[in-house]
T-cell receptor
Framework: GAVVSQHPSWVICKSGTSVKIECRSL??????MFWYRQFPKQSLMLMAT?????????EQGVEKDKFLINHASLTLSTLTVTSAHPEDSSFYIC???????????FGPGTRLLVL | SQELEQSPQSLIVQEGKNLTINCTSS?????LYWYKQKYGEGLIFLMM?????EEKSHEKITAKLDEKKQQSSLHITASQPSHAGIYLC????????????FGKGTKLTVNP
C-alpha cells in the first residue's frame, strides 16, 4: 500500500519551454501533496504544499508563477515548470499523505535537465 | 527554523557489521521520520518516532528517539548490501508531517 508514482521519470527540454510533472497516489486518496526539489549532494527542500481543491502554499523563495501546482483530485497533483532555464535542472520529488499528522509517502522522483 | 544534522556524512562498512547513524535537531523533535533513498530515486519510509525514549524496529533496523527528543539514532544490525543507500531523517513542526525538514543524509556503502 501507499504507492506514489511520478511521470515522467526523466525529462530533457530546451531552455524556455514548459515541463509538466505528474504525481499520483495509486492506492490511497491524498488530501495533501508536497513538492520537493533536490540538488546533487544536498537534501530535499520543500517547494510547496498543495491541498486538493485549493491553491498551493509556496515556501519562501519559490516563485509561484514559475512553478505552477495544480491539485485537481485526491489522487493527482501536477507541477509545471514554466519557461524552464538550466538553473531549474534538478531532481523533483513529490509526496502524498492521507491526512494531517499522517506519514508522507514519496514518489520515485523526476529528473529534469534543461539545456 | 529547525535544522537537522546527520552524522556521519558517509559510511563504508563490511557486510555483516553493525552501524549507527545519528540525527541531531536544533529544536525539540515532535515527530522524527527516517527514510531511505537510493541514488536518483524516491524515498522509502522506514519509521516514525514521536515519544521521548521511543524505539522501533523493522527487520534489522532499529530507530530510537532520545528522552530529550533532540536526537535520534538509526542502528543496522548485521548489515547487508541491500542496506546500501542514503538515509535521511526528517522532522515536522509540532509532530505533524507538514513541511518536513530533512538532514543532508548519510550515504551508506556495504561491501560484500
Amino acid at each position: 500500500g501507499a504507492v506514489v508514482s511520478q511521470h515522467p521519470s526523466w525529462v530533457i527540454c530546451k531552455s524556455g519551454t514548459s515541463v509538466k510533472i505528474e504525481c499520483r497516489s495509486l492506492d490511497f486518496q491524498a488530501t495533501t501533496m508536497f513538492w520537493y526539489r533536490q540538488f546533487p549532494k544536498q537534501s530535499l527542500m520543500l517547494m510547496a504544499t498543495s491541498n486538493e481543491g485549493s491553491k498551493a502554499t509556496y515556501e519562501q523563495g519559490v516563485e509561484k508563477d514559475k512553478f505552477l501546482i495544480n491539485h485537481a483530485s485526491l489522487t493527482l497533483s501536477t507541477l509545471t515548470v514554466t519557461s524552464a532555464h538550466p538553473e531549474d535542472s534538478s531532481f523533483y520529488i513529490c509526496s502524498a499523505r492521507v491526512g494531517a499528522g499522517e506519514t508522507q509517502y514519496f514518489g520515485p522522483g523526476t529528473r529534469l535537465l534543461v539545456l | 527554523s529547525q535544522e537537522l544534522e546527520q552524522s556521519p556524512q558517509s559510511l563504508i562498512v563490511q557486510e555483516g557489521k553493525n552501524l549507527t547513524i545519528n540525527c541531531t535537531s536544533s529544536k525539540t523533535l515532535y515527530g522524527l521520520y527516517w527514510y531511505k533513498q537510493k541514488y536518483g530515486e524516491g524515498l522509502i519510509f522506514l519509521m516514525m518516532l514521536q515519544k521521548g525514549g521511543e524505539e522501533k524496529s523493522h527487520e534489522k533496523i532499529t530507530a530510537k528517539l532520545d528522552e530529550k527528543k533532540q536526537q535520534s539514532s538509526l542502528h543496522i544490525t548485521a548489515s547487508q548490501p541491500s542496506h546500501a543507500g542514503i538515509y535521511l531523517c526528517g522532522a515536522g513542526p509540532q509532530g505533524g508531517s507538514e513541511k518536513l525538514v530533512f538532514g543532508k543524509g548519510t550515504k551508506l556503502t556495504v561491501n560484500p
